[in-house]
T-cell receptor, first 113, second 112 residues
Framework: EAGVAQSPRYKIIEKRQSVAFWCNPI?????LYWYQQILGQGPKLLIQ????????DSQLPKDRFSAERLKGVDSTLKIQPAKLEDSAVYLC???????????FGPGTRLTVT | GQSLEQPSEVTAVEGAIVQINCTYQ??????LSWYQQHDGGAPTFLSY??LDGLEETGRFSSFLSRSDSYGYLLLQELQMKDSASYFC?????????????WGLGTSLAVNP
């Protein structure tokens, strides 16, 4: 079966610019996650979707970050405007259900200059 | 609050056995998961314990004691390719809030 797809793999932008990431989960997986991982740290959950509804977005900086999963399949994460501290790897993961193992995409490495 | 503690670094030699401990404090505990992440790679699932006891998968085993809020990952017959970061994560279930809470990770270095 195909894995979780993410694009782009790398992105370099200047602060105050905007950026968008795309994720296509494994077919049939109802739960989709966006994580931020700063070098040397564990993944930090930004937002979790169950189908197209938001389950948890408590750690999403909503003044600059937004995410959607309109048809319960693929998802986009947007940052506008970006700050230097947003430099990180953004990981998308999916699972059949919230308690099941999560499958991760390759991630997008964002550098904000 | 919710917290997980695991050692930041562990070093071992090829062929040895290493145990990575994880203690947690959380309400709504549902289970304990372990993930492996190589440098530059994405996390990959290793194991999951919902009940007390030992789960074995090849060279890797994971243990859980719910009464002690404690678990560990045991890696046997270490190989160089096992050098990676290992994360314990709590499957948290409290009402409508269901998610995975991650530890900070343990960096394992396997030396020849």
């Amino acid at each position: 079966e195909a894995g979780v797809a993410q694009s782009p793999r790398y992105k370099i932008i200047e602060k105050r610019q905007s950026v968008a990431f795309w994720c296509n989960p494994i077919s049939g997986h109802a739960t989709l996650y966006w994580y931020q991982q700063i070098l040397g740290q564990g993944p930090k959950l930004l937002i979790q979707f169950q189908n197209n509804g938001v389950v948890d977005d408590s750690q999403l900086p909503k003044d600059r970050f937004s995410a959607e999963r309109l048809k319960g399949v693929d998802s986009t994460l947007k940052i506008q405007p970006a700050k230097l501290e947003d430099s990180a790897v953004y990981l998308c993961a999916s699972s059949l259900y919230w308690r099941d193992e999560q499958y991760f995409g390759p991630g997008t490495r964002l550098t904000v200059t | 609050g919710q917290s997980l503690e695991q050692p930041s670094e562990v070093t071992a030699v090829e062929g040895a056995i290493v145990q990575i401990n994880c203690t947690y404090q959380t309400s709504g505990f549902y289970g304990l998961s372990w993930y492996q992440q190589h440098d530059g790679g994405a996390p990959t699932f290793l194991s999951y314990n919902a009940l007390d006891g030992l789960e074995e998968t090849g060279r890797f085993s994971s243990f859980l004691s719910r009464s002690d809020s404690y678990g560990y990952l045991l890696l046997q017959e270490l190989q160089m390719k096992d050098s990676a970061s290992y994360f314990c994560a709590v499957n948290h279930n409290a009402g409508n809030n269901r998610k995975l809470i991650w530890g900070l990770g343990t960096s394992l270095a396997v030396n020849p």
